[in-house]
């Protein structure tokens, strides 16, 4: 299985400023069909996960501008320019290449 | 508009099984893979496997191998994903959720808690 690693695992931010989280893959996520098998989630407290992110860098509908994802092969990026309040909660990357999916460990973003 | 609705909350004895239900609406059921994933109390987020609602055909996680069974009624538009021989680490919420094969999981089910407690 492909083992995803974030950093770091805690973030706490002032709002207004900027946020930035990392995901890496033991094996490069780039398809022959030249997307990256590469999504972002966020999951606020006490609700169900939610994408933001998807193939490493387009934002999925209804989300805010100041999310974007960048990367490709085995790393990637997760940045938000300004963080508000309503960003708390924890951010998963996952890897869709393979049929056996896969999430890294999870990053906490808490306000300061 | 897309809702997948989950089973209630449920509390079993160590080597019971749990079947829990994930009843989609709002879009042709067929077309989208179901994938199952848990997260243990203050934990991560971990793949389970999923189904073709399509023609029933399973992928599971190798750590569920065995233990895990899914399946699907596609006159309910209804999956199910049954553990056996639970233990103590099997208590968590699982999540049902789908996807259009090679383009993400874009919508969850509200979760469905399962506690395993003697």
């Known amino acids: 299985d492909i083992v995803m690693t974030q950093s770091p695992l805690s973030l706490p931010v002032t709002p207004g400023e900027p946020a930035s989280i990392s995901c890496r893959s033991s094996?490069?996520?780039?398809?022959?069909?030249?997307?990256?098998?590469l999504h972002w989630y966020l999951q606020k407290p006490g609700q169900s996960p939610q994408l933001l992110i998807y193939?490493?860098?387009n934002r999925a509908s209804g989300v805010p501008d100041r999310f974007s994802g960048s990367g490709s092969g085995t790393d990637f990026t997760l940045k938000i320019s300004r963080v508000e309040a309503e960003d708390v909660g924890i951010y998963y990357c996952?890897?869709?290449?393979?049929?056996?999916?896969?999430f890294g460990q999870g990053t906490r973003l808490e306000i300061k | 508009q897309v809702q997948l609705v989950q089973s209630g909350a449920e509390v079993k004895k160590p080597g019971a099984s749990v079947k829990v239900s994930c009843k989609a609406s709002?879009?042709?059921?067929?077309?989208?893979?179901m994938h199952w994933v848990r997260q243990a109390p203050g934990q991560g987020l971990e793949w389970m496997g999923k189904?073709?609602?399509?023609?029933?055909?399973?992928t599971y996680a190798q750590n569920f191998q065995g233990r895990v069974t899914m399946t699907r009624d596609t006159s309910t538009t209804t999956v199910y994903m049954e553990v056996s021989s639970l233990r103590s680490e099997d208590t968590a919420v699982y999540y049902c959720?789908?996807?259009?094969?090679?383009?993400?999981?874009?919508?969850w089910g509200q979760g469905t808690l399962v506690t395993v407690s003697s």
């Open positions: 959720a789908r996807d259009l094969g090679g383009n993400p999981i874009d919508y």
């Open positions: 709002g879009y042709i059921f067929t077309t989208y893979y």
């Open positions: 189904i073709n609602p399509s023609g029933g055909s399973t």
């Open positions: 094996q490069s996520l780039l398809y022959s069909n030249g997307y990256n098998y």
């Open positions: 193939m490493g860098s």
């Open positions: 996952m890897q869709a290449l393979q049929t056996r999916i896969t």
